[in-house]
C-alpha cells in the first residue's frame, strides 16, 4: 500500500486566511476554501495559522486591521466583483494608501468573455479591472474579478503583510491559486524555514472509534515531543493523523499498523468506495447492489469512482415490497411471513442481484431508517445486511444504528462496503501469500 505524504518543511511562515461574504455566514453557501488551502500549503511548509470568516462591508475593514500586526500572509476570499457590496479591492487600496488605477488587460478579457458568451458587457464591470496601484494582477480564466496581489511592505511605523486578494467561487479561486499564490508562497518560504523536512500520513480506519485509536495507540504516541497526532472523526471513520520528519514516522508506522490491522482501509486518502473499485478490478471481479434504505447511495458511493463501469454491474433500488418480488424474485411468502426487514428478505435479495447481474459479489441493505415506522421488534435503526459471492454461501447480519436518516445511511453504507473490503481483501492476501 503507498502511504499518502504530505511533504513540508518547518513550519515558520505566518498565514491567514479571509473569507469575506455574507452568504457564507447565513449558512446559504459552504466554506470550501479553508480545506483546500490546508491541503495545499502543507507540501509548502505551510501551515493556516487562523481563519476569519466576515459579512460583506465594513467589517472587512476590520479584519485586514486585526490581521496586519500578526500575519506574513493574508489570503482574501470573495468581494471582488462588481456589485456595490464587492469592496475588498478598494479596502485594501484604502489601508494601503493606494490609489485605484484602471488595468486595461484586464478589462479588455472582461469584454472579450463578455462577447464570446454572448453577455451585454455593463459598466458597473469595470469596477473589476481596478487594482491597487504597485498590485499585481493575477489573471483569472474562469470568471471576470482578476486576482491580486500586493507584497508585503515593511515601513517604520507600520508594516502590511504579503496580501493575496481572490475570487470567492472555487472554480476561479483554485486556478488562480495553483498558478500564482502557491508558487509565489513557495518563493517566501524560501530558506527561512529550516529545519527538518515534515510529512503528514493519514490513517483511515473502519470499524474503530475514535476514543478506541487514541486509547490504542494514539496516547502513547502523543507522548513524543517529534510527533503530532491528530484525529477526525466521521459516521463509522476515523482519520488518525501524524505530522513529523520521515524518519520518525518511519519509525511508528509498524506499531500503527499492527494495533489498526484490519480496520485500516486506506493509508493515502482513499475512500472506501475507491478501495472497493481498485480492489475488484486488480482482481477482475464485479458486484451489484440491492438497496432499500438506503435507497440508491451504496450505488451512488461506488459510481463516484473514476473506473466504476469496469466492476460495478448493476444497482436495484428496491423500496417497495412489490419491487422487491418484480425485479429481485423475492418469495412473497419471506415478506409476508418475516417482513422486509430481516435476514430471510435480505438474503434473498443479495442472491436475487447476483443471479439476475451475473456478478461475482452481491451487496443488499434493508432497515428502518426513522423516524417513523419502527416497532418493539424492529425499532428505528434496525438493519439488516448481506453480501453474496458466487460460490459461497450468502453472509447476512444485523445491525442497529439509531440516529437520523442521513447518518443512517452512510454508516449502512460503509460497514456493508467494509465488509466487502475485508472479504476482497483476505482473499487477495491469501491469493498472494500462496506457493506457486
Not at 500578526?70 to 494608501?97: F, H, N, Q, Y
Not at 464485479?286 to 473506473?307: D, H, I, K, Q, Y
Request: charged share 25%; glycine share 10%.
Amino acid at each position: 500500500m503507498a502511504w499518502h505524504r504530505h511533504g513540508g518543511r518547518t513550519m515558520s511562515l505566518r498565514v491567514e486566511l479571509l473569507n469575506t461574504g455574507s452568504e457564507l455566514l447565513l449558512g446559504t453557501v459552504r466554506d470550501a476554501h479553508l480545506s483546500w488551502f490546508g491541503k495545499e500549503l502543507f507540501p509548502l511548509g505551510v501551515r493556516i495559522s487562523r481563519q476569519t470568516t466576515v459579512p460583506d462591508g465594513s467589517p472587512i475593514r476590520d479584519a485586514f486591521l486585526e490581521s496586519f500586526p500578526r500575519t506574513d500572509v493574508l489570503i482574501v476570499t470573495g468581494g471582488l466583483g462588481p456589485t456595490t457590496d464587492d469592496i475588498t479591492r478598494e479596502l485594501a487600496a484604502e489601508l494601503l494608501g493606494r490609489k485605484m488605477i484602471p488595468h486595461q488587460e484586464t478589462l479588455e478579457r472582461i469584454k472579450e468573455r463578455c462577447r464570446v458568451r454572448g453577455f451585454a458587457f455593463q459598466p458597473r464591470m469595470e469596477r473589476q479591472a481596478m487594482a491597487p496601484e504597485g498590485a499585481i494582477v493575477l489573471p483569472n480564466d474562469n470568471g471576470t474579478a482578476p486576482g491580486l496581489y500586493l507584497p508585503a511592505v515593511e515601513g517604520i511605523s507600520w508594516s502590511s503583510p504579503h496580501i493575496f486578494l481572490l475570487p470567492g467561487p472555487p472554480r476561479e479561486m483554485q486556478p488562480i491559486a495553483r498558478a500564482h499564490v502557491l508558487p509565489r508562497l513557495e518563493e517566501l518560504v524560501g530558506e527561512s524555514s529550516g529545519g527538518l523536512r515534515k510529512e503528514c500520513r493519514i490513517y483511515k480506519v473502519v470499524g474503530m472509534g475514535e476514543s478506541m485509536v487514541e486509547a490504542s495507540i494514539g496516547l502513547k504516541l502523543s507522548e513524543r515531543t517529534d510527533l503530532e497526532v491528530g484525529y477526525c472523526a466521521r459516521p463509522n471513520e476515523v482519520d488518525f493523523r501524524l505530522i513529523g520528519t520521515k524518519d520518525v514516522l518511519d519509525e511508528v508506522e509498524p506499531s500503527v499498523l499492527s494495533v489498526v490491522g484490519d480496520y485500516l482501509v486506506s493509508g493515502d486518502e482513499e475512500s472506501m468506495e475507491e478501495v472497493i473499485v481498485h480492489l475488484l478490478s486488480k482482481r477482475h471481479e464485479t458486484m451489484a447492489t440491492a438497496e432499500s434504505c438506503t435507497g440508491g447511495l451504496l450505488a451512488s458511493r461506488l459510481t463516484n469512482v473514476p473506473g466504476a463501469s469496469a466492476v460495478f454491474l448493476e444497482g436495484f433500488i428496491t423500496y417497495s415490497n412489490e419491487s422487491k418480488v418484480e425485479l429481485l424474485g423475492v418469495p412473497a411468502e419471506l415478506l409476508s411471513s418475516h417482513g422486509a426487514v430481516s435476514e430471510q428478505v435480505v438474503r434473498s435479495m443479495a442472491e436475487g442481484a447476483l443471479r439476475k447481474s451475473g456478478a461475482n459479489y452481491a451487496l443488499a441493505t434493508t432497515g428502518v431508517a426513522g423516524p417513523g415506522g419502527g416497532s418493539p421488534e424492529k425499532p428505528v435503526g434496525t438493519v439488516w445486511l448481506a453480501l453474496s459471492a458466487q460460490g459461497n454461501e450468502t453472509e447476512f447480519w444485523k445491525e442497529t444504528i439509531p440516529t437520523d436518516r442521513i447518518t443512517f445511511k452512510q454508516v449502512v453504507t460503509q460497514s456493508i462496503l467494509d465488509r466487502l473490503r475485508r472479504r476482497l481483501k483476505s482473499s487477495t492476501d491469501s491469493n498472494t501469500s500462496s506457493p506457486s
